[in-house]
Nanobody, 124 residues
Framework: QLQLVESGGGLVQPAGSLTLSCVPSGFTLEGHAVGWFRQAPGKEREAVSC????????NYAPSVMGRFTISRDSAKNTVYLKMNDLKPEDTAVYYC?????????????????WGQGTQVTVSS
């Protein structure tokens, strides 16, 4: 079964940092673009960031630009989301997803494989 596993979520104070990890199960991320998405309670899931298969192209939602950084480590078959200066409005379940396309995209419909999500809570 092809799936993704997220980790690294938790409770953090405002202005704090967390790094999320995304690891595939049953396949390699080589050749796949990967995206991070989030869903807050009562809201629709939204795009956060994405990275192309080469790692050279990235994109971010305006709300996280300058605070979040996406990266990938091919040797570890892992994609990361480094989140700095976290705000209460960043509280959500964060999902990683992979597409068979190599092109980075924030369009959720392009992604075929999804993880179960990891909770991030920003609160004092």
């Amino acid at each position: 079964q092809l799936q993704l596993v997220e980790s690294g979520g938790g409770l953090v104070q405002p202005a704090g940092s967390l790094t999320l990890s995304c690891v595939p199960s049953g396949f390699t991320l080589e050749g796949h673009a990967v995206g991070w998405f989030r869903q807050a309670p009562g809201k629709e899931r939204e795009a956060v960031s994405c990275i192309g298969s080469s790692g050279k192209v990235t994109n971010y939602a305006p709300s996280v630009m300058g605070r979040f950084t996406i990266s990938r480590d091919s040797a570890k078959n892992t994609v990361y989301l480094k989140m700095n200066d976290l705000k209460p409005e960043d509280t959500a379940v964060y999902y990683c997803a992979a597409t068979t396309s190599a092109i980075a995209t924030l369009k959720q419909t392009w992604y075929e494989y999804w993880g179960q999500g990891t909770q991030v809570t920003v609160s004092s």
